[in-house]
């Protein structure tokens, strides 16, 4: 499966949408709000540029795109104020893959205008020239130092593709049992989805040493594991109750086995010693910080509803490559398992999927 032509986030703003399912997303972002900011304020005083050049890769649609990128502004806007500099430009790069709906973030435009210029009172309208920029970022996307400062929340863990070692000669995928890696596959499992991972980071990296000025920074937030073990009660057992999920199907006659046994997903859970060894591999970035948080559960929300909430945001992610792979017609039973599964999980125990925030400082 071509993963550049089929995975996209469910567009719209309907209740099965992106739009409307990604505020655990957004509870991870604040929590590294403060990160980004003095990130962004630090680069803005130690550089002053006139125009001032921002991408936000893998942006997706929905109110965090735009919610991210007033904070910045608004930021800098204050930030220029209080250093006597007559207050820049702004180039925002919105970035994600050409499958991604665009649409839904320009009908935003002006309501975002709107929004900011009220917020800046007396203090002048900024002027913000936006723009979409369809592509994989495994790759480059801008021209040469054109960027300052680049943001991508909760996209680096998607791979460029499934690892193409898990298959055999024959094409058949030898992680059978799972949908990642379980404690039932086979090392080469775990060894193949970090090769693909370095790869694709590497790439990451070079093409946007390219694209940022020197002293450019980046703010990258992302998925990952606390510790050296693949297999925890964090981000691996959610793909570990997707694929049980599937399983139910199974086992009704719904789904063919054979389907399930070819069904992997393109994601992967790096830990911090590999994202600190990549990095310092590639060579082209300062790693100035690296934090990692475990996104705890809304405590106000009883475990059905904190399990319908996951199931949601799972389903606004996952389902285009899904319903490509299995047919549409499964989506709605196949998240009612899963809702129902992971409900019964945190009745035992919590899940806790671990994320890092990482600051890099182009050389």
């Known amino acids: 499966m071509d993963v550049e032509q089929v995975f996209h986030m469910t567009g719209g703003i309907g209740h099965r949408s992106y739009a409307q399912n990604s505020s655990l997303q957004k509870k991870a972002s604040d929590m590294v709000k403060d990160m980004t900011l ?12 006139k ?7 893998g ?12 904070e910045i502004i608004e930021v800098v806007q204050g930030t220029s104020r209080k250093a006597f500099h007559a207050a820049p430009e702004f180039r925002v790069y919105l970035n994600d893959l050409p ?19 009220k917020e800046m009172n007396n203090g002048g309208s900024p002027s913000i020239y936006i723009g979409g920029y369809p592509g994989s970022f495994y790759g480059r996307l801008f021209p040469n130092s054109s960027l300052h400062f680049v943001y991508s929340s909760y996209s680096l863990h998607w791979l460029s593709r499934v690892p193409p070692a898990i298959y055999s000669e024959e094409g058949k995928s030898i992680n059978k049992g799972s949908v990642y890696i379980s404690e039932s596959s086979p090392p080469v499992v775990a060894e193949a989805y970090l090769k693909q991972f370095k790869e694709d980071f590497t790439l990451f990296l070079q093409s946007r040493s390219e694209e940022l000025l020197s002293g450019g920074r980046m703010v990258l937030i992302l998925l990952g594991r606390s510790g050296p073990d693949h297999v925890d009660r964090g981000n691996s057992f959610f793909w570990e109750l997707l694929y049980q999920s599937l399983a139910i199907l199974v086992s009704k006659g719904e789904v063919e086995k054979e389907k399930l046994d070819s069904y992997d997903v393109h994601f992967y859970a790096p830990s911090k010693d ?5 990095v ?16 705890e559960r809304d405590h106000h929300k009883d475990n059905q509803s904190y399990a319908t909430s996951v199931a949601m945001t799972v389903r606004a ?7 490509q792979h299995f047919g549409e017609e499964i989506l709605d039973s196949l998240f009612e398992n899963y809702r129902r599964l992971v409900g019964e999980e945190i009745a035992k125990e919590d899940i806790k999927p ?3 925030g990482i600051v890099l400082r182009k050389l």
């Open 274 to 278: 590999e994202l600190e060894d990549a």
């Open 317 to 323: 992610i996952q389902e285009s490559m899904i319903g």
């Open 51 to 57: 125009s001032l050049g921002i991408a936000d890769l």
């Open 354 to 356: 671990t994320t890092f």
């Open 38 to 49: 003095e990130t962004v304020q630090e680069l803005y005083l130690t550089t002053a540029p």
């Open 99 to 117: 499958t991604n709906d665009f649409n839904s973030i320009f009908k935003s435009l002006p309501e975002f205008s709107k929004d900011l210029n």
């Open 59 to 70: 942006c997706s649609s929905g109110p965090n795109t735009l919610s991210i990128m007033k």
């Open 280 to 295: 310092r591999k590639e060579g082209s970035f300062q790693l100035d910080r690296l934090e990692m948080f475990e996104l």
